[in-house]
């Protein structure tokens, strides 16, 4: 059994049996050696009741971490448990991007409870990122930072440090700005350290910051972070001020929510932002549902098309016993030019500026993986459905010209859907694959019309 499957199966038990002996001290001792997601991975597994034991037997700060990883419905059933005395005591340990994350998940009733226990200067903090658009960088930034004067010297700058750093989310980087705090420089605790305590910040300072503005869009936020491989990013407004910072752990967290909305969009459901186990039938039901319909309806294409062609498929039975394999091949292949250009759009590898290059390229994929599937599809026609010549012929020249039309799709459609708005993930496999399973019945019962003489009259 490894570590996590201990936590989700062992632990929770071992937990629960030391509630009900009222074995606190070690319990407690238990408690220590975990991290504080480990606490909260725990947490879900037990009574609310023996929750909010366990978390009166932790530490305030660690109890803070723990209640920070807790999913938002256990979170609302500890508040509701929570004097309002206790819950003062844990919103005070939080910081202002963790509490902004709570008030957004909890309802409107939760939410009065949560501000009526803040502190007026918190209040204001989260009252202020509220404000900004719900995908910006203001909205998951924080602001507690530690900025510096250009002027202090590095020993004032460490007693600064000292005195303010204790309640900041990050002190290894400091931002340093002018009176009216417009960012000009930012320096590192490292350059600090190695600095002689009578330089002056304005002299060891980094004035090439890269930052982003308040609107500027969270997943291009976590990008820059990425390719910079940022602790921190600075947020500044459109003067130019500093209003707060983006840290790596909700970067992360943005990264890890996008990838899953495209996972769901590209296998066509409507994201949610619950997970699986927290997901009710109903509502699981509504996500999935509309594009179900949606594809269904574009299915009758095919049926169409194969209802035209159902003399031809009289005529030359063999030929339907090939409709499987060529429309789940087109399918595959466009399914792989799609991901991977979508990957790319959501990297920032590719611009739409890139499309010709893209079709360049996938045209050349194409013909490579074409000319390999017809050779194989020639084979397998011949010697094992036993079809003659001709027959086989169709099959070869179907399967090369599909992968073709399928990759020229598949790599096209993501930044066509991108040039006019939409989210390019909502262009990957049910989508791609209806669209070239038409296209192929096309191809193949077009080749079918020109080669098979029996189709020909």
Known sequence: MNFEEMLREELPGKIRELLEERKFHELQETLSVLEPQDIALVSERLEE???????????????????????????E???GMFSDAKLREVLAELYIDDTVDLIEEMPAGVVKRILR???????????????????????????EYVRLDRDLTVADAFARIRRVGVDKETVYTCYVTESDRR???????????????EAVIGDIMTTNVIYVDTHEDKEVVAQVMGKYDFLALPVVDRGGRLVGIVTYDDAADVMRDEATEDIQKMAAIVPSEKPYLKTGVFETWRKRIPWLLVLLVSATFTGRILGHYESALGAVPLLTV????LMDTGGNAGSQASVTVIRGLSLGELQLRDVLRVVWKEFRVALLCGLSL??????????????????????????????LLAKLV???????????????????SPFITTIVDALSLLVYFAVASALLPALAG
């Open 117 to 143: 226990n803040t502190d007026g200067e918190s209040r204001a903090a989260i009252n202020e990122i509220l404000c900004y658009p719900k995908d910006s960088a203001g909205s998951i930034m924080t602001t």
């Open 49 to 75: 009741r023996d929750v909010l034991l366990l978390f009166r037997l932790l530490p305030r700060e660690t109890a803070s971490k723990v209640f920070v990883e807790m999913s938002p419905e256990l979170q």
């Open 183 to 197: 960012l000009i420089g930012l320096v590192t605790v490292k350059e600090l350290l190695f600095a002689d305590a």
């Open 374 to 403: 017809a050779s194989v599809g020639l084979l397998k026609a011949l010697f094992i459905d036993r079809a003659d010549l001709r027959t086989a012929a169709v099959v070869c020249v179907t399967l090369a010209l599909t992968v």
């Open 322 to 325: 090939f409709i499987p394999m």
């Open 410 to 428: 598949g790599s096209t459609l993501p930044l066509l859907a991108k040039r006019v708005g939409f989210d390019p993930a909502v262009m990957a």
């Open 77 to 79: 059933a500890l508040i």
